[in-house]
């Protein structure tokens, strides 16, 4: 299948470009800062830097790989290949995916003494890493070169972060529910602290459904901006 | 393989047409070139075909269907090398050729065959980062090959390279069009235009006004004489005299008879003296 073929071309390209090198000293310092926690506050710390990192990741690392695949001019040239649009998006979405998963468990495992359930822990990665990939792809295709490229972040940044606030109890507060980054930090908390059956089948579904709506339309923009680019520039 | 007619194409965000009504037919087996000064229209035709830009108008038919209906699988039949070597950087000359040959249905051929043709199998393990240009270029190339597709797209493919390297990739286009591959080539360089197409299209400011075999154009267009030089009184002298009435040119005999002759040619214009001549334009 040519999505694996193009799983294998990214994970031997974030390889060589290093990205996994800065990864692992990414996850030593996370377990650095939680070791000098209090045990009350490594609590909370725990499950927040679990989610934290595979944004961090989707945001940042599928900036930089796309940027480089760009600059490269290889970009120009996949898109020439049976390659699909949605094969190639898949493929870089799986990556980091994984990669998210991976540094969740490691962490999870190595710093929480207390029991976690792994399942929840890997579905509520998957569901805001997804969610953050996305994001990072919507922000790159505007963007033809890093500096542009931190300023474009900005509104997705908003959009990806802000409603994770609606974790704090207010009125209307369920509302913020579409949004998958929310819904996978209720899941890493729910794998810490429990959460009813209800609850987790419903943020499973709801974050299914934005995700895949998103990408739909993640592979539009990106079809129009990166395929046919030269139409409009 | 390729009928293209009445074609127009205007960028979005530009008010005149980058290309108006051209009309030409590619045949199965045969090496096309496009021969035109820069912003003539070459890429963009190019691109069209290839299927990289989208609404134009006319008509262009791939292989019996219009190009805005086929799906991704073209690209299976499909080689394009750009006149930019867009390669994966920090992997092997290898690597770079086996995860692109990797998305293709057909088997890929020989690729260290095709390493050792151009002069790359013993780079094949090192990074691309460190080739040159040519090096790179080269690599390019056998990529738009290696998984034997039916029509072939070079935009500018040898430039970059020293004649030798040249020579090889020129000989590989032919060889390509022997095993009945279709190539569209574009290009600003006349002798290799000369040296490969069946037929030529001179394109300018997005029309094309001239289509031909190239040696069809030299006989059309072409001067051809004979220039002799001779020396008279110990002054080196020249004269030309038209090929056509040759046997009968009292003058020329005259000259051969009596003179110190240095030396005899024979003059052909030049495809690109019959650019400039059609096209009022130069070539650059
Ligand atoms: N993305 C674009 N947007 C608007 N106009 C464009 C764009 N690309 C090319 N053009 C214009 O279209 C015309 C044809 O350009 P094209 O790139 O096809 O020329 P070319 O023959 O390939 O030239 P070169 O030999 O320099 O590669 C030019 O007038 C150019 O300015
Ligand atoms: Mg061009």
Not at chain 1, 87 to 116: M, P, W
Not at chain 1, 164 to 181: A, E, V
Not at chain 2, 224 to 240: A, G, P, R, S, W
């Amino acid at each position: 299948m040519r999505t694996i073929k193009a799983l294998k071309a990214d994970v031997l390209f974030q390889l060589k470009q290093g990205f996994y090198i800065v990864y692992i000293v990414l996850i030593l310092i996370y377990m650095l800062i939680i070791s000098q926690l209090p045990s009350d506050a490594s609590k909370i710390a725990i499950p927040l830097i679990i989610f934290g990192d595979p944004s961090i990741v989707g945001f940042f690392f599928i900036g930089g790989i796309v940027m480089l695949e760009k600059i490269q001019g290889v970009l120009q040239y996949i898109v020439v290949t049976p390659l699909r649009i949605r094969e190639y998006l898949l493929s870089k979405i799986i990556s980091l995916s994984i990669l998210g998963e991976i540094a969740g468990i490691i962490i999870g495992a190595t710093t929480y003494r207390e029991s976690i359930n792994w399942l929840l822990l890997m579905v509520g990665i998957l569901i805001s890493s997804v969610f953050f990939t996305l994001l990072g792809f919507l922000t790159v295709t505007r963007s033809d070169s890093v500096n542009e490229y931190f300023i474009d972040m900005i509104p997705y940044m908003f959009i990806g972060i802000l409603p994770c606030f609606s974790l704090i109890d207010f009125p209307y507060n369920w509302l913020f529910n579409i949004f998958p980054s929310v819904l996978g930090l209720r899941l890493i908390f729910g794998a810490f602290y429990g959460i009813s059956a209800a609850n987790v089948s419903f943020f499973i579904i709801s974050g299914i459904i934005t995700n895949i709506l998103l990408f739909n339309y993640t592979e539009n923009v990106f079809e129009n901006r990166i395929v046919y680019g030269g139409e409009s520039k | 393989m390729i009928r293209v007619s009445e074609m127009d194409f205007t960028y979005e965000k530009s008010k005149k047409k980058a290309i108006k009504g051209i009309n030409f037919n590619i045949e199965k087996g045969e090496i096309f070139g496009f021969l035109g000064p820069s912003g003539a229209g070459k890429t963009t035709t190019q691109r069209i075909l290839i299927g990289l830009l989208r609404g134009y108008q006319g008509s262009v038919e791939i292989m019996g269907k219009e190009r805005r209906m086929l799906s991704k699988d073209f690209f299976e039949n499909i080689g394009v090398a750009f006149d930019f070597p867009n390669l994966y950087q920090k992997l092997t000359a290898i690597e770079n050729l086996k995860l692109i040959g990797s998305y293709y249905k057909n088997n890929c051929l020989n690729i260290d065959e095709l390493l050792e043709r151009v002069g790359l199998l013993g780079d094949k393990d090192k990074k691309v980062e460190g080739f040159s240009k040519g090096m790179k270029m080269r690599l390019n190339f056998i990529r738009s090959i290696m998984h034997d597709p039916e029509i072939l797209f070079f935009d500018e493919p040898t430039s970059g390279l020293d004649p030798i390297n040249a020579k090889i990739v020129k000989d590989m286009i032919v060889e390509l069009k022997e095993r009945g591959k279709t190539v569209f080539l574009t290009t600003h360089n006349m002798t290799v235009a000369e040296q490969l197409c069946d037929r030529v299209a001179f394109i300018v400011d997005g029309g094309i006004p001239v289509i031909d075999r190239p040696d069809n154009l030299k006989l059309k267009y072409g001067k051809h004489t004979v220039k002799v030089k001779y020396v008279e009184n110990n002054v080196l002298k020249k004269e030309e005299f038209p090929m056509d009435s040759i046997s009968h040119n009292s003058n020329f005999f005259q000259i051969l008879k009596s003179k110190n002759i240095k030396t005899i040619h024979s003059q052909e214009a030049t495809l690109e003296d019959i650019f400039i001549k059609l096209t009022g334009r130069e070539l650059l």
